[in-house]
């Protein structure tokens, strides 16, 4: 019984893992869910990795919960 039970976890471990050669496609855009570019600087675009800074978004690329208020601060110092 035991043995049965081995070999069912091996295959559930070979079957879970990803092939080698496998690239994942969230690794070449920004972070930023709106975004499509290409990430610059720790997985964000050079503007949205300034947002991120700023609090604007977080680190899963979704706007913080005050984003308006935030965003109204961000671009009064900006300018």
């Not at 879970?16 to 997985?43: F, G, L, M, W």
């Not at 700023?54 to 706007?63: D, V």
């Amino acid at each position: 019984m035991s043995e049965n039970k081995a070999s069912k976890d091996a295959i559930i471990k070979t079957s879970t893992q990803t092939p080698a050669k496998v690239v994942n496609i969230s690794d070449h855009k920004c972070a930023y869910i709106e975004c499509k570019k290409k990430p610059d600087r720790a997985s964000f675009c050079n503007e949205h990795f300034d947002w991120f800074k700023a609090g604007l978004i977080t680190k899963n690329g979704q706007k913080s919960p005050d984003f308006e208020r935030k965003f109204y601060n961000y671009n009064k110092k900006s300018a």
